[in-house]
């Protein structure tokens, strides 16, 4: 008899750590998305539950790496990149609640 593994979810993010350091559609390494259904067939489940996604992702930023939902897939890339956007300014925030309100 043929049994899958379900992988816990630091399992997951420790495998999805290592694929962002894996050569595939051109690219040598590197962020990348990852669709439910395939997410699913990694992780040995059937269902991708929020909860097991939450608890992927805290996993995950334990590890250096973000998952982000994005609808149908997740993207998955190192934390430091998302560390280094810029922060939007309080005044912009509210300049533009004034305005809509």
Known sequence: ??????LTPEET???LKSMLGMKFWGKE???FKITRELLGKLTGRRFIKEE???AVAEAGMDQGISVIDIGDAFAVLETHILEG???????????IAVSIG
Do not use: C, D, L
């Open 52 to 54: 097991f996604i939450a």
């Open 13 to 15: 993010a420790t495998t």
């Open 29 to 31: 390494a590197g962020r």
């Open 85 to 95: 956007f810029r922060t939007v300014p309080p005044a912009i925030v509210q300049k």
């Open 1 to 6: 008899m043929n049994t899958i593994t379900k």
